[in-house]
Structure formats: C-alpha cells, structure tokens
C-alpha cells in the first residue's frame, strides 16, 4: 500500500451508546414523556433501575425539566460489554451561544460494580473515565489529510484544560451477594450521552455528530 497503516484503537462502547442514549432521549421526547421515567418505565432490571434513580435523585432531577437556553441537564445509562459494570450519568451543561463553546460544570454518577473490593478505586475508575470522556466529547478528534494525519501537537489536538473539568460526584451502589464486574472504561459512554442530551435540553436542538466543537453548536444553533 501506498501508505503505512495500522490498528488504531478506540472505544466502541463510547460512540455506540452516545448514539444509542441520543435516540433513547429522543424517543422520550417524540411520546412526550420526562427521560428518566420514559428508561424507567422501559426497564425490568432492578440494578439497571436503581443506578439511574439514585443518580437522578443526587442530581435533584425534575421531571419534564425544560432548559434555559443556555443551561440544561441530560442522562446517559448504559451497563457496559452488556456484561459489566451498570453506570448512570447526570450531566449539566452550560453553553456560550456567541462562542459556540460547551462548558460542564458538573456531572452525577451512580455505580454498581457487584461486591465493592476497593470503593476507592472505583469511585477514581469511573470519575477518571468521565473526566475522559468530557475531553472526548467537546474536544478530541483526530485530523488528517489525503496524505496524513495533520494532528501533530496540543494544537492540532486539543484536549480537556483544568480549567474545563467538571466537578463529579459518583455514588457506588454495594452490592456483596453478586460477582464484582470490570468497571475499565464503563463510563466514558454514558457520560458522553448525558452531555448530548443535556445540550439537547438546553437549546431543542440535536448535535449527532463527535465532537460537540463550537463550530457545530454555532451551525446547530443558526
């Protein structure tokens, strides 16, 4: 070939449930129902129900609860591999409208990870996959040309500043009759929706495309 390739690796989980969480939102919306209650009422898994009430409820989630324009909440859930750790997330978003950016102030998890060994650890594992996550989301895309990749330094590949982390809150659900799960990249999905959806609260409008750059919140918004 022409050109030297190789693996590039990434995280399917990450993309699949920002796209499958997205359309949840958007289906709760299309039969008018609140998102949390619309999982709820499609879900007979209790440990799958109980991480998305307990982190609805630590975020104060209201029922129905429009956005402000500039300001809204989403959910993301997913329990990952389908195997794995069950992971809810409660994001808030703000947004610049003239600027295009999208800031996260704060963000709420709930875990269960079957028996707890180390709480400490969890709670870091997922709060570092969302921390992760926010970086993916608003920034991080890798960029190339007919010839190659372009994105050679901080510049060409920004990522999340200090500045921009959000401050996490992750409740662990113990639960010491079931097997622990693997709890490794279990959030980075979940997160990832729940900032979609909540700029989908703020503004009415959808953003389906990776990352959320101000250029596509602009074009959204326009």
């Given at each position: 070939?022409?050109?030297r390739v190789?693996?590039?690796?990434?995280l399917?989980?990450?993309?699949?449930?920002f796209a499958?969480?997205?359309?949840?939102?958007?289906?709760?919306?299309?039969?008018g129902?609140?998102?949390?209650?619309?999982?709820?009422a499609?879900?007979?898994?209790?440990?799958?129900?109980?991480?998305?009430?307990?982190?609805?409820k630590?975020a104060?989630?209201?029922a129905?609860?429009?956005?402000e324009g500039?300001?809204?909440?989403?959910?993301?859930?997913?329990?990952?591999?389908?195997?794995?750790?069950?992971?809810?997330?409660?994001?808030?978003?703000?947004i610049?409208?003239?600027t295009?950016?999208?800031?996260?102030?704060?963000?709420?998890?709930a875990?269960d990870?079957?028996?707890i060994?180390?709480?400490?650890?969890?709670?870091?594992?997922?709060?570092?996959?969302?921390?992760?996550s926010?970086?993916w989301t608003?920034?991080?895309?890798?960029r190339?040309?007919?010839?190659?990749?372009?994105?050679?330094?901080w510049?060409?590949?920004?990522?999340?500043?200090?500045?921009e982390?959000?401050?996490?809150e992750?409740a662990?659900i113990?639960r010491?009759?079931?097997?622990?799960?693997?709890?490794?990249?279990?959030?980075q999905?979940?997160m990832?929706?729940?900032?979609?959806?909540?700029?989908?609260?703020a503004?009415?409008?959808?953003l389906?495309?990776?990352?959320?750059?101000?250029?596509?919140?602009r074009a959204?918004?326009?």
């Open positions: 070939m022409p050109l190789s693996a590039l690796r990434t399917g989980g990450y993309t699949n449930v499958v969480e997205s359309f949840m939102d958007e289906l709760a919306a299309a039969a129902q609140d998102p949390v209650a619309f999982r709820l499609h879900l007979g898994n209790r440990r799958a129900r109980a991480v998305i009430e307990t982190a609805a630590n104060g989630w209201k129905v609860e429009k956005g500039a300001r809204g909440r989403g959910i993301g859930f997913a329990k990952y591999k389908t195997l794995a750790t069950y992971v809810a997330v409660v994001a808030e978003v703000e610049d409208r003239k295009g950016r999208i800031g996260v102030p704060r963000a709420f998890a875990v990870a079957g028996q060994i180390n709480p400490d650890g969890l709670s870091n594992q997922i709060e570092g996959g969302m921390i992760q926010t970086s608003l920034h991080e895309a890798v190339f040309d007919r010839d190659s990749i372009t994105s050679r330094d510049s060409g590949y920004p990522i999340l500043t200090m500045p982390v959000p401050e996490i992750v662990l113990d010491p009759e079931e097997e622990p799960l693997g709890a490794g990249e279990a959030s999905g979940p990832a929706a729940a900032i979609a959806n909540a700029f989908a609260n503004t009415g409008r959808r389906r495309d990776l990352p959320l750059t101000p250029e596509r919140v959204a918004l326009s």
